[in-house]
Every structure is written in structure tokens, then in C-alpha cells.
């Protein structure tokens, strides 16, 4: 089995290595962001993507949506302290194939293992919220929210896993007019960051 590692701790990442390479399992590489995943992916092709959610420049949760779309056989594992409903929602909806704890270490292999032979894993403190979150749909209208048609286009292409400088291509913007958009939509639809504009986006679909 062949599995890249992305985390922005350097300790968890050395930590990570040694305890996968200890069970035989061969890690093919290592980075620490979205980027970095998405990199990574197109070069290495892992059985399986490791990946933290919450990195500086891009989040796991936009590469993972970034590559499952160029390639739908992509099996990405995430590993995170964090079991906000939100994050499992957006692990779900981009087709990841489990979200488990760090604090339950002990269980990382086995998941792994598991997800390389077509499970899908998601720990005992997640899985319970599952039914839950996909009841949990309210869609709102963006129009009350002052969402422009400009706006909702550039919310899309995040939640399509896009980096602002690939965003700025595709609506024939600069990037750092893409960056006071999104900046304008976070204010106006309350969220704190990409990655809850991308769970927002997949709950509110028009």
C-alpha cells in the first residue's frame, strides 16, 4: 500500500511516517498543504491520500474536491483533531472515502487498511453525526444574503477545489480582486473561512 501524507505539523507528518512505515505501509509523500496534496496526487498517485483539513493556502477539504474530480478513483483519508458537523459534511459530500480522529491513533492503520480494500471509515465519534447532518438541509436563498450572480460563480469554483489564481482566470478577474470577492462573501454569508464557504455552497445549492 502506497500513501502520501498532508499535514501542515512537521511532528504529526514525522510522527505519521514512522508509524505507517512500521506496519510495512510504503509513504510515497509528504507535504503540508492542499497544494502540496494536489501535487503530490498527480505525481505519486497513492492508493491513498492521508490529509489534515485545516492547512494554510488551501484546505484538505478543497484539494480533496480538486482531485476526486480529475480523478474519481482518488481514495482520500482524512485525519483531523477537529469533528465539527460541518467538516463531516464536507468529507461526505466530496466523496471522501472516511474522516477519523487524531486523537484515536491506534485506529489509523486499520483504516487505512480498510479504506485500501474499498471500505468506507468514518470513526465512532463521527459516524453517529452522519445521519444528522445529511437531514440537516435548509437551503437558503442567496439573494437574501446579497449574493451576486458574480459572487455565487466565484463560490462555485471554490467549492470546484479552484486556488484564487485559477479562480482569477476563469471569471477574467485579477487575484487580488478574487480575494476582495471572497472576502465580500465571507462577510455576507457569516462564514470564517474557505472551507466553510464550501460546506455553505454544497448545503445551499441553487
Not at 28 to 36: A, I, P, Q
Amino acid at each position: 500500500m502506497r500513501v502520501a501524507i498532508i499535514d501542515d505539523d512537521d511532528i504529526v507528518r514525522s510522527s505519521l511516517k514512522t508509524i505507517l512505515e512500521a506496519s510495512g505501509i510504503d509513504v510515497c509523500g509528504l507535504g503540508s498543504n492542499g497544494v502540496d496534496a494536489i501535487e503530490i496526487y498527480r505525481n505519486t498517485r497513492p492508493d491513498i491520500l492521508l490529509s489534515d483539513i485545516r492547512m494554510e493556502e488551501m484546505t484538505g477539504i478543497e484539494a480533496a474536491t480538486a482531485i476526486i474530480k480529475e480523478f474519481p478513483e482518488a481514495k482520500i483519508l482524512f485525519l483531523t483533531t477537529f469533528s465539527d458537523d460541518e467538516y463531516v459534511a464536507c468529507a461526505l459530500q466530496c466523496n471522501a472515502k472516511g474522516y477519523i480522529l487524531k486523537q484515536d491513533f491506534q485506529g489509523i492503520v486499520p483504516a487505512l487498511q480498510a479504506v485500501y480494500s474499498g471500505q468506507s471509515v468514518f470513526g465512532g465519534e463521527i459516524i453517529h453525526k452522519i445521519p444528522n447532518i445529511q437531514a440537516d438541509v435548509k437551503p437558503e436563498d442567496y439573494e437574501e444574503r446579497n449574493i451576486t450572480d458574480k459572487e455565487y460563480e466565484i463560490i462555485k469554483l471554490v467549492a470546484e477545489g479552484m486556488s484564487n489564481k485559477e479562480i482569477a482566470a476563469n471569471v477574467y478577474l485579477s487575484e487580488g480582486t478574487v480575494r476582495n470577492y471572497l472576502s465580500n462573501i465571507l462577510e455576507k454569508l457569516q462564514v470564517r473561512d474557505r472551507t466553510q464557504l464550501v460546506v455553505y455552497y454544497y448545503k445551499n445549492k441553487r
